[in-house]
């Protein structure tokens, strides 16, 4: 179930969701995958052998024998971090009883991620009968499992957590939940695919996190050691996403409509209107867009972050060419101003330069040049101008200006993230995920630039389509009406 941003509250600056308002989000030590899996695997490994009721049933009795011969006394809950800590002599009372259950050796795989702290049960447990790979194996397939909160195998052992309570009675159900003691009782036998289940495995796992809140401690230095001796025996498992390039966009044939279209309007300027403003600066802005149009298709980009940057400009350009024709009526000579905004920028850029005169060569900026683009604005008559009018401080306005908000919520501000660097586009491009669940499922910077990126053809041909209409109304084009 997906939450609506509405019903997000906006705090200080960040989303926090309505669901982690109501409780507070678990901390690292106490949740189920970093703290409790590693906590309670060795009921796991029991369980995730042969016969379901039949494994939960030796789960029960080694519980139970625990509390009867152990007690409570010397061993609060049954965690892994509470078995390390029994002396000798309970030790050994802890292994009789699994050699009694005949699960000694579903237990061993554990030593692999024992130190020599824990000699004591590591020897007990016999690993050696095991090769490391077999051990490591035995784990894996474990945790994968056991990651998941919700799962069979994590309901089951959060079950045996509520029944060694229930043992311990610290477990209190008023006698009106008659049928939750019932459901509880009944659990072990029924079916996994049993309708009653699907009212019992919630049961459990809220039963399993109230006690949690009032009885589970870990020793986070035996978390830590934990993962960190697992992570070393296993191997990354890289995975990525693969995502397909959207085979029904043609962008070659569009290439070749734009270029028909600006052809009619570039002889129309060479032949005709040698000085339209108007038409030369909406030609160019589209011009600019068909030559980041040519740079996606020449160098294959649709799957790439420089395909975002692509879309970003194509959005951008077609926005303000709606926006300068929207305002044109507001001002004395609109296509003038904007080139002015424009070059504005270039010269504030050289002024700076010429002032500071630091060390440039070899860089891609050439000086010299910008100030020879600015001196052919310069030399004419400079009017008086707002040309903070196209500044980038009220983009989003502009947007809604023309109509075009989606463009913005949707997609521009998507793409804005990949040309910022932030996070989300960092994650999404260049970090690989491990699948190995003793690793946590950490990160892993994709130096090999093996993910690619969903396909950018469908965003960039809607965007010039639309843009060559606006300029069709403008300037009808024959060639559109073939
Ligand atoms: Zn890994």
Known sequence: MHSKLSDHKFNKGVFKSGFSQ??????KEEDWVHSK?????????????????????????ILKEMEDKISSKNLASPTLSGILSLNSKNLDIFINILNEADVLGLISPISVVLSSENEGLRKRLKGYLMTVDERIEKLNSVLENLVDHQSQLSTDVRYLIVYHSSILDKLKFPISQKSMIDGLIEYPYLDVEDEKMRY????????ELGISFQFFNTDSTFNKNFWENIAKYMNCE??????????????????????????YYRDLIQNVEQNNTKLLVLTSILTYSYKRLLELVD????????????????IENFMMTKYLLK?????????????????????LIFERYREENPSVEGSHV?????????????????????????????IRKKFQEVDEDFLYKYIYEYDSQFEHGLWGAIRESSILKCNAPGHQYHGIPDIDNEQSLSDVGKDVQDILIRHLEVMNEVYPNPHLEK
């Open 22 to 27: 109501l409780i507070t989000a678990l901390g």
């Open 37 to 61: 899996s590693p906590e309670y695997i060795w009921l796991a490994l029991i369980l995730n052998e042969e016969e379901r009721t039949k494994q939960l049933e030796k789960c029960m009795y």
């Open 200 to 207: 019992i495995r919630p049961m459990i796992r809220s039963t």
């Open 238 to 263: 890289m995975f990525l996403l693969r995502f397909e390039r959207n085979e029904n966009i043609n962008l070659t044939e569009l290439k070749s409509n734009l270029y028909e279209s600006l052809k």
């Open 299 to 314: 160098h294959n980009l649709r799957q790439t972050i420089s395909g975002r940057s692509i879309v970003r400009s194509c």
């Open 327 to 347: 305002n044109e009526g507001q001002h004395k000579d609109i296509w003038e101003e904007f080139q002015y905004y424009g070059i504005g920028n270039y010269k």
């Open 366 to 394: 050439q000086f010299d040049y910008l100030d020879l683009l600015v001196s052919e604005y310069i030399n004419k008559e400079f009017i008086d101008m707002d040309t903070r009018y196209f500044g980038n401080g009220n």
